[in-house]
């Protein structure tokens, strides 16, 4: 660049962030969702972190926590991994003519072939921004390919938040105060005869399932995804896989639906990982029957777009997590690790009363809690349930991140679930650590540890005084 081409704006990020970082939590109060801070406060989780990489971040003091919680799951390969920062420096300096609408890039295309060859059953990508934008394709793919207007899908569901994922978001709680939304009925997972009862109404166009659902770490039943897919084959009615949170390694196969054999969807939804933590992408990948009944003629070839779809920076970003993902053998480290994980905490169920259940596959664990038999226990627990369901998990939460710097998150709201969803290049060291310090929480609780205890009649009278 001559000095004639040098930037003329007087715009200094560094000089901006320097300036004025340290008023983050007061300009999130004043211009944005005014609830977080207030949220962030009250929990004790209104830290100041200055940088991360890998697994870990870093405060303002220079103390380092470790993430079990990955950005709900965006940060598969942890933060500022190498290869993919490199790969975003090269295509920015490539200078692409990028977005032009009226050509075809290679970098779209490349990544569609690299990610179709974890598929192989399916033939096409529709690349958009998001997972909930990533669902939206597959309603609208399943509606527009079958001509049935309805989509199926499990209770305790979560599929996005925009309005035809949300007609699928079996979360009340999320659902409330926005309809009418789309024509969509919800199922017990592992229902089959529920599912066969609305199928025969014969207007049911897909079914879409996560195959772990992220509420609560439930698991689909063994048999279920392919006794689910007969039957929707059966009505002319298609499989929609959600793994925007569970694809791309996490459970310790490419994709949660391989670990059922037969099993092949007809569209499945990817995005988080596939970002690499930086520019965000989601990816709807289908039959090729499908998108070319969508994609039927030159008059519709932009019925279904999106602005941002395919721009270099996210097709660069996805590719490089790909070869990531291969050359060091994420997949496999994600179900050693987790398998590790999840004895070292199976261990403890015996040992804790509190402690109910371990449950999940490779890297996505549900760690539940439940009513203890003890007198003492038991008048403490009933205590919170009484005041709001879901207190005791968010009391575990805390100390883990104030006096052990591991950041976890309760796995959905009235649920007493923490899921542990960390980035998929942890190892036998952060499982040390944390299963150490969940160790010594546990031990607290059931020894009737005064500042947890304490911290949760806090938590009682914030509830108490939401209500």
Not at 336 to 357: C, F, K, P
Not at 369 to 398: D, I
């Amino acid at each position: 660049m001559t000095a004639a081409e040098q930037p003329r704006s007087g715009f200094d990020l560094g000089k901006l962030l320097a300036e004025r970082a340290s008023e983050r939590y007061d300009l999130h109060s004043r211009y944005l969702n005014h609830q977080l801070p207030r949220m962030l406060h009250t929990i004790g989780f209104d830290k100041v972190y200055e940088r991360a990489e890998g697994a870990y971040f870093w405060d303002d003091e220079g103390q380092d926590y470790l993430d079990m919680l990955a950005g709900f799951g965006v940060m598969g390969l942890g933060r500022h991994h190498p290869v993919v920062r490199k790969a975003l420096h090269d295509v920015l300096d490539a200078d692409l003519a990028d977005l032009t609408r009226f050509d075809c890039q290679p970098l779209p295309g490349l990544l569609a072939e690299r990610l179709l060859a974890h598929a192989p059953h399916l033939d096409r990508v529709f690349f958009g921004n998001s997972g909930t934008e990533a669902v939206e394709t597959a309603l609208k793919f399943a509606r527009y390919a079958t001509r049935k207007p309805r989509v199926l899908y499990c209770a305790h569901a979560f599929h996005g938040l925009t309005t035809g994922s949300l007609s699928v978001n079996g979360e009340d709680g999320f659902r409330k105060g926005f309809a009418p939304l789309l024509p969509d009925t919800a199922i017990a997972m592992g229902d089959l005869a529920a599912l066969e009862r609305e199928l025969a109404r014969g207007d049911v166009a897909a079914f879409v399932v996560e195959p772990i659902q992220g509420k609560g770490v439930h698991e689909a039943p063994p048999g279920f995804l392919r006794a689910a897919q007969e039957l929707l084959h059966r009505h002319k009615a298609l499989l929609i896989a959600d793994e925007v949170q569970t694809g791309l390694g996490r459970t310790g196969d490419f994709f949660a639906y391989s670990h059922e054999e037969g099993v092949e969807p007809d569209l499945v939804c990817v995005a988080k990982s596939l970002s690499g933590g930086y520019v965000p992408v989601g990816a709807t990948l289908g039959k090729d029957w499908i998108f070319k009944k969508v994609y039927a003629s030159m008059d519709r070839v932009l019925v279904h777009s999106a602005s941002f779809g395919s721009n270099a920076q996210a097709m660069a970003a996805g590719l490089a997590v790909l070869a990531v993902m291969e050359d060091e053998g994420i997949v496999a480290n994600a179900r050693r690790t987790g398998d590790l994980l999840r004895e070292r905490l199976t261990a403890l169920v015996d040992r804790y009363e509190l402690l109910h259940d371990i449950r999940g596959r490779g890297l996505m664990i549900g760690i539940e809690f439940g009513k203890p038999s003890s007198l003492g226990l038991r008048s403490r627990w009933t205590m919170l349930q009484a005041a709001r369901k879901g207190l005791f998990a968010q009391m575990v939460v805390v100390p883990l991140l104030q006096r052990h710097r591991i950041l976890t998150q309760v796995s959905g709201d009235h649920l007493e679930v923490i899921k542990l969803i960390p980035p998929l290049i942890i190892g036998e060291r952060e499982v040390d650590r944390f299963v150490e310090a969940f160790t010594a929480v546990m031990d607290d609780a059931h020894g009737g540890g005064g500042l947890m205890w304490e911290f949760g009649r806090t938590l009682v009278k914030q509830a108490v005084a939401n209500r």
